[in-house]
């Protein structure tokens, strides 16, 4: 028999659960109403089409989807690796004075203001980004990659930027998961003869589905991220593969533009920028869940793939 | 129970109180420009000195959304570096009056290392430049406007705003003055569609880059290339003069703009006529209802308008505005007048 306070607690967290699909469901359809105008005028074109100008009138959001995702790939490769590794270090390797440091630095990366990152990227970042574009021999600026002009503010200093402040996210969340896997992993290993690298591999795949999670972590903080790379990225609406070329994402084009978009297309437009970021989290979201989902489940099939012959060899 | 009724006691009385003081000050409240904002704070600052019962809040917001909070009647009044177009004003619940309050300028900053000399530039050279047909600093239309000035073969970075803005306004509104084909292919807004160049955010963005950037060319407000002492170039005014902006070239482009001023102030004075005139000058105005609810406020609103446009004004030259022509602050005292304020 349920006692009546137990129900009403159920029902009071249920409640503050609803809360959570209600704010985004409030969050989507504010975005959408607000948008209306954009959409109605553009329809799908304003996912492929590369004109932003105020003044005719006429917009199209895609060199800031693509400076979005670009930038957050580019700061993902980087920043995947360093994390990892200070990861494995501290939760593995480092010896027990010297990780409280550690674990300190990382969170203070964390805490760090974004506006602060984009203030040391003008004036620390960016001259050294010039410096090196500069000097970047003639055969590499042939390529598409590397061509146009010199700034030293491009897509190179904010994905650097993107990537400095990522790091913490992603190595926090991988060292907690590091952690969690049973010791009973590591000293399987050891028992079966492994080398500390093997060991910790063991534990890494056994940690995987946490990794990918922190590191999806990571890709949504660099997608969402403003203030440091609209101060570093050049803001210009136009779409190049070069990471030298100044470009402009989608939080920076809110950011930049919204205060004074005057008409009510263009602040309909700019709102839809807003409706297509959330539009692609949730699906990037949705994305790297489908993925550990499917990792979750092949895991198991592998390990009941494992227990039969085991049991057949012992029958 | 009783310590109930203690709190909800206590909780009257407070609120009580805290309306008793609220019914002795008169708050306005304001939002737009950015701008201005540094003299509008003075002058909240100095009024509430004179007038301990009035307190103006202003909320630098941008242009844009001053506008939208004054249509949409969140604040008493709007602020604004470009006027209002005649389809926003339309769009309003009632009539809405601009007034001018004080004078600021663009200047072209750039970053030439080895050059001294300060660089002369034409408007339609400008537009040429930022609509990328003149790339390098040693082209020809450059050398030529500034002889004995030894011009390295770089070529020229534009910087603009990234944010839409009232300086942007001013400047390409002035380049569409002087090039048709800038007035055709990009046009007059807060925010254009840029041919070429970097943004940076905000006049501290722009002179970050144009600092930081060897070879660069950008604008900034007036204001700002004051205060932080960054060296600007001269522009040739219509009268054939290459001027340098200053507080008394600016308020020179008002004065000149004064005798045919439209009835509602919304006027450009970009590329004015005359002599003595710097170019890319503009006025910034504060937006008010004809008719507004608020009596109270309307009264206590009109007072520190009158109080602006007067005493005030010897406070914008200290914070590098310039201050209004007499002319114009004469046409204004009689233009308030049709606010009601009963």
Known sequence: VKRPENLSFRLGTGLFGLVLVLIVAAIGVELFRQSSLSIEKFGLNFWRTQTWDPVAGDFGALPFIWGTLYSSVLALLISTPIALGIAIFISELCPGRLKPALVFLTELLAAIPSIVYGLWGIFVLVPVVRAVESSLPQALKALPLFSGPPFGFGMMAAALILAIMVIPFTSSVAREVLKAVPITQREAAYALGATRLEAISAALYYARSGIVGAIMLGFGRALGETMAVTMVIGNSAKMSLSLLAPQHTMAAVLANEFTDADTALYLSALVEIGLVLFVMTLIINSLSRLLLWSMARSARQAAAAVVVPAAESAA | ?342
Not at chain 2, 84 to 97: C, D, H, R
């Open chain 2, 1 to 342: 129970m009783k310590t109930l009724n203690r709190i909800a006691i206590g909780a009257i009385v407070a609120v009580a109180l805290v309306a008793g003081v609220a019914a002795q000050k008169v708050q306005i409240q304001g939002a737009g420009a950015t701008f201005p904002n540094p003299i509008y704070q003075k002058w909240s600052a100095e009024y509430t000195k004179l007038h301990s019962n009035v307190e103006i809040n202003y909320q630098s917001i941008g242009s844009g959304g001053g506008i939208r909070q004054i249509t949409n009647q969140t604040v008493f009044f709007g602020a604004s570096d470009g006027p209002m177009t005649n389809e926003q004003l339309v769009a309003a619940p009632g009539k809405i009056l601009h007034f001018p309050t004080v004078l600021g300028a663009d200047v072209p900053v750039y970053n030439l290392p080895g050059v001294s000399a300060e660089l002369k530039f034409t408007g339609p050279l400008l537009a040429d430049i930022f609509l990328g047909k003149v790339t390098k600093w040693n082209d020809a239309a450059i050398a030529k406007l500034n002889p004995g000035v030894s011009l390295p073969a770089s070529d020229i970075t534009i910087v603009h705003r990234a944010d839409a803005s009232g300086t942007t306004y001013i400047w390409v509104d002035y380049l569409a003055k002087v090039s048709p084909e800038w007035k055709m292919k990009v046009g007059v807004q807060t925010q254009v569609n840029w041919p070429t160049g970097v943004g940076g955010r905000g006049n501290e963005g722009v002179a970050g880059l144009v600092t930081q950037t060897p070879g660069s060319l950008g604008y900034v407000e007036l204001v700002y290339a004051l205060q932080n002492k960054i060296a600007y170039g001269s522009v040739q005014n219509m009268a054939g003069e290459f001027t340098r902006a200053t507080v008394e070239s600016v308020t020179a482009a008002a004065g000149a703009a004064a005798g045919k001023m439209p009835a509602d102030f919304r006027v450009s004075i970009t590329n004015a006529p005359g002599k003595g005139v710097y170019p890319i000058s503009s006025f910034t105005w504060i937006l008010l209802y004809e008719n507004p609810k608020d009596k109270t406020l309307a009264k206590a609103m009109l007072d520190f308008m009158k109080w602006a446009l007067t005493d005030g004004q010897k406070f914008a030259a200290g914070l590098g505005y310039a201050p209004l022509p007499a002319d114009v602050v004469k046409l204004e005292m009689t233009a308030l007048g049709k606010i009601k304020v009963s």
